[in-house]
């Protein structure tokens, strides 16, 4: 399974983005889809996730501004970013996390997101 992200840009501080990833392969579900970032000098966090049942999940940071989809069909994910911040400039991951054995784990390649003030 190999995941690609895009969408990743350049944005003024209250504008939007919205990020893509696409999944080629066969994904085991149940599932869980989500989006991570990490800014330099800082781990990797949550930002989004979405269980293959529909379930969300955001970071606390995002709560309110940001809108996690999901379609099993195409194997893809998005993330719709509102109201952006300065500290929200991060490189942001997609990853997929089968919850059956053996419980694979997939990361896609980084989508830079930066957020001007």
Not at 26 to 33: A, D, E, G, K
Not at 52 to 77: F, H, L, P, Q, W
Not at 107 to 117: A, I, K, M, P
Request: glycine residues 12%; contains cysteine.
């Amino acid at each position: 399974v190999q995941l690609q992200a895009s969408g990743g840009g350049l944005v003024q501080a209250g504008g939007s983005l919205r990020l893509s990833c696409v999944a080629s392969g066969s994904i085991r579900s149940p599932n869980v889809m989500g989006w991570y970032r990490q800014a330099p000098g800082k781990d990797r966090e949550l930002v989004a996730r979405i269980i293959s049942d529909g379930r969300t999940t955001y970071a606390d940071s995002v709560e309110g501004r940001c809108t996690i989809s999901g379609d099993t069909a195409k194997n893809m994910v998005s993330l719709e970013m509102h109201s952006l911040k300065p500290e929200d400039a991060a490189d942001y991951f997609c990853g997929v996390h089968e919850l059956t054995a053996p419980m694979k784990i997939y990361w896609g390649q980084g989508t830079l997101v930066t957020v001007s003030s």
